[in-house]
């Protein structure tokens, strides 16, 4: 059974930084495509970053520049370092992957950026 856990998440000034990290389990990690997505108060769930089993990475614009992800083969985890944080980006961040056909989530960490 695969299984994600978020951690990380916070409060946090506009401008600053925060490091949310995802712990896999129960897959192969290493091939496969890992995401990161988030939801807002009243808002679509939207995909915020995207990192291939090669290490290809590829951002929603409104963090590109800002949020870059990353992964760890060995150690099975999946990171998101958000920097320059603004207010708009408070939402719950979850990690995500697809493994036979099927999405799989974790349950989501806060991040609340203060205004």
């Known amino acids: 059974q695969v299984h994600l856990v978020e951690s990380g998440g916070g409060l946090v000034q506009p401008g600053g930084s925060l490091r949310l990290s995802c712990a896999a389990s129960?897959?192969?990690?290493?091939?496969?495509?890992m995401k990161w997505y988030r939801q807002a108060p009243g808002k679509e769930r939207e995909l915020v970053a995207t990192i291939t089993s090669d290490g290809s990475t590829n951002y929603t614009d409104a963090v590109r520049g800002r949020f870059t992800v990353s992964r760890n083969n060995v150690r099975n985890t999946l990171f998101l370092q958000m920097n320059n944080l603004e207010p708009d980006d408070t939402a719950v961040y979850y990690c995500?992957?697809?493994?036979?056909?099927?999405?799989?989530w974790g349950r989501g960490t806060q991040v609340t950026g203060s205004s």
């Open positions: 129960g897959i192969n990690y290493r091939l496969y495509t």
């Open positions: 995500s992957t697809n493994a036979s056909g099927r999405n799989f």
